[in-house]
Each structure stands twice: as structure tokens, then as C-alpha cells.
């Protein structure tokens, strides 16, 4: 079954600190792995979109991994900011069989919460 | 450059009522998407559309119908809005199907 799960549920830092963020996924055949912040009330933003051959991507503070062997990526965040505070969701791409669309696979995602 | 645009971003319907959700993006791409979040889940897929005229259902859509009838906007409609579908709608528009996503700022519904 084509799942993706994200872990932590929900996390809490200090302004400053550094964090990651991690998601496992099944989704099989596998086009490409995109991290999403959603600010609260707000609609998901692109963080990173990552395919197959890319292990490393970064953007800005913000730093994606993908291991497709065995399955996992991460969103490392440095130097954390109050404005960080958000919703992280972790979304799947697969190659889609008999539709007209890759089907995307999205992770509950992970709260994270910056304290002062 | 407004990007993607929902209306209304509020709305309460009793059981019964029907209602059109209206989605509009001027980044001229050819696929949009309606999906609805619900507490504790990830995105769910309603429809989808890959070009003016065309619609295709996703995950869940039961319940809900859909329109583009222009390029740049793709409607929702509920015919008969049920308690379940008391949800945050967000339409989303991409290039092309790899290509990344934009977001709507989202329409919280309320079904009593």
C-alpha cells in the first residue's frame, strides 16, 4: 500500500536552534518528493521538489535529503526562526497507471512549533 | 500577479444546501486540483483537471462535481451539502503534473 508517514507529530524548539524533519515512504513506482510549509490558516508553499536522482536540496534555510534506496527523506532546518513556525508535509509523487495523473501521496505532516 | 484566488474564503450551509466554490489562477497552467483537509489527515484529492474542458476525479469525490469551462478558473460545486464535507478546501494549479504546486489560501466550509 502507497503510504507516506511523517515524524515527529509535533515538535517544539527554540528560536535559534536547529531541527529535522523526517518522512518515510512506500509510494512505489517514485517520481519526485516535495516538502510543503503550511503557515496556519494559509495554504501549503513549495519548499523543495526533489527527484530520483537528487539527494540534497536546499532553499535558503531550509535543506531536503532523499534516500530513494531505502525510502526516507529529511527537512533540516537551521538557525530557527519564530516565522518557522508551520505545518511540514511531506508529499509523494508516483507515476500514475491508466489515469491521466501521477497520483501524489501527502503525509499528515509535522507541526513544529519556534519558542522565544 | 495574484497567483492562485478562492472565494469565498468562509462559508456555513445548512444540510441540503448547494453551493459553488470558484477557484481562479493567473499563472496560466494547465492543471488545477480541489482537494479538502481535514483534521489530522494529509490532503485529499476531490478533482482534478489537466486543460480547459477537461475533469477527472481523484480520492474522494463523491458528492461533489466540478467545471473549467476557461483556462484559468476551476469550480466546485456541492449539489446537496452533507455534515461530512464540513472541511478547509484549497485549490491548487501546476504547469505540468511534476511541476510544483500553488496553493489557494483555502475555503473553510460548514456544514450543520
Known amino acids: 500500500k502507497n503510504q507516506v508517514e511523517q515524524s515527529p507529530q509535533s515538535l517544539i524548539i527554540l528560536e535559534g536552534k536547529n531541527c529535522t524533519l523526517q518522512?518515510?515512504?512506500?509510494?512505489?513506482?517514485?517520481?519526485?518528493l516535495r516538502w510543503y510549509k503550511q503557515d496556519t490558516g494559509r495554504g501549503p508553499v513549495s519548499l523543495t521538489i526533489?527527484?530520483?536522482?537528487?539527494n540534497t536540496k536546499s532553499n535558503g534555510r531550509y535543506t531536503a535529503t532523499l534516500d530513494a534506496d531505502t525510502k526516507q527523506s529529511s527537512l533540516h532546518i537551521t538557525a530557527s526562526q519564530l516565522s518557522d513556525s508551520a505545518s511540514y508535509i511531506c508529499v509523494v509523487s508516483g507515476y500514475g497507471r491508466g489515469s491521466t495523473l501521477g497520483r501524489l501521496y501527502f503525509g499528515r505532516g509535522t507541526q513544529l512549533t519556534v519558542w522565544p | 500577479n495574484a497567483g492562485v484566488t478562492q472565494t469565498p474564503k468562509f462559508r456555513v450551509l445548512k444540510t441540503g444546501q448547494s453551493m459553488t466554490l470558484l477557484c481562479a489562477q493567473d499563472m496560466n497552467h494547465e492543471y488545477m486540483y480541489w482537494y479538502r483537509q481535514d483534521p489530522g489527515m494529509g490532503l485529499r484529492l476531490i478533482h482534478y483537471s489537466v486543460g480547459e474542458g477537461t475533469t477527472a476525479k481523484g480520492e474522494v469525490p463523491d458528492g461533489y462535481n466540478v467545471s473549467r469551462l476557461k483556462k484559468q478558473n476551476f469550480l466546485l460545486g456541492l449539489e446537496s451539502a452533507a455534515p461530512s464535507q464540513t472541511s478547509v478546501y484549497f485549490c491548487?494549479?501546476?504547469?505540468?503534473?511534476?511541476?510544483?504546486?500553488?496553493f489557494g489560501p483555502g475555503t473553510r466550509l460548514t456544514v450543520t
Open positions: 491548487a494549479s501546476s504547469y505540468a503534473q511534476t511541476y510544483e504546486q500553488y
Open positions: 518522512c518515510n515512504y512506500t509510494v512505489s513506482p517514485f517520481s519526485n
Open positions: 526533489m527527484t530520483f536522482s537528487e
